[in-house]
């Protein structure tokens, strides 16, 4: 139960980063922690839901593309987060550059866990 709670938070912690470092990824005005914490939540759904079905249809294209079509799957989910909650993301090039970022920063905390813990 606590690792599922580590691992929402750091959603959370991904997405708030990302919405302050990139300006295609953003929350609605007047948002509040309250929609940080559905996003992170509904991203980390989404994640164990969807994205592998995705992952999983995609195969042959993401083979014949040596795995660069995942973040095309990735920036789909975004997109998906934004569809959902109050996050907002200008189009697919700011989801997918979005997607990007919250990767590289995803990988970041999970490495900076994992050296404290």
């Known amino acids: 139960m606590r690792a599922l709670l580590l691992r929402w938070l750091l959603n959370t912690l991904a997405l708030w980063v990302v919405s302050e470092l990139y300006a295609g990824v ?22 164990a839901l969807i994205r592998p079905i995705l992952l999983l249809l995609t195969l042959p294209l993401n083979l ?39 990767s590289l920063v995803s990988f970041a905390l999970n490495l900076l866990i994992k050296e404290d813990a």
Do not use: C, K, M, R
């Open 64 to 102: 014949l593309t040596l795995g660069l079509f995942t973040l095309v799957v990735n920036a789909l989910v975004l997109w998906l987060v934004a569809w959902a909650t109050s996050l907002e993301v200008q189009g697919f090039t700011g989801a997918f550059i979005g997607a990007l970022l919250l």
């Open 26 to 47: 953003y929350f609605a005005p007047g948002s509040g922690l309250d929609d940080y914490l559905v996003a992170g939540l509904v991203l980390g759904l989404l994640n």
